[in-house]
């Protein structure tokens, strides 16, 4: 994973986008629709249909970065939201969110073999 700086604020666009988007439509839509700075350091996550394809976009200060992870197998987990609002998680919770584990309640599912 790409090591962002400690202190990063992350937000998940609520809701589904068209992944035909490119960087500078994303940073039109955190502009517009979430009522943010897409230039002010901030991690803003968007998620495709499907829900096997997520979007990052983030200015470093230097310039702008445009991260795409598609998974494998499995969906991403992402927030509902009814008026397409974002929602911030902390810089941990992505890591989760990008490796496809549950970021609400992270947790250990593999079980031990059974002994014997």
């Known amino acids: 994973m790409i090591a962002f ?3 990063t604020k992350v937000w998940i666009a609520g809701g589904v986008t068209d992944m035909r988007r490119g960087m500078n439509t994303l940073a ?18 968007f998620r495709g249909r499907r829900g096997d394809l997520v979007k990052l976009l983030w ?15 499995g969906k991403f987990i992402w927030p509902v939201s009814q008026d397409g609002t974002a929602v911030p998680i902390a810089a941990a919770q992505l890591g989760y969110l990008l490796e ?4 609400r309640n992270p947790r250990w ?3 031990p073999a059974k002994a014997g």
């Open 5 to 7: 700086p400690t202190g």
């Open 28 to 45: 039109l839509a955190v502009q517009q629709g979430l009522g943010r700075d897409p230039h002010a350091g901030e991690i803003f996550c």
């Open 59 to 73: 200015h470093d200060g230097v310039g702008m970065s445009l991260y795409i992870k598609r998974l494998e197998a």
């Open 100 to 103: 496809g584990i549950d970021w």
């Open 109 to 111: 599912t593999q079980r």
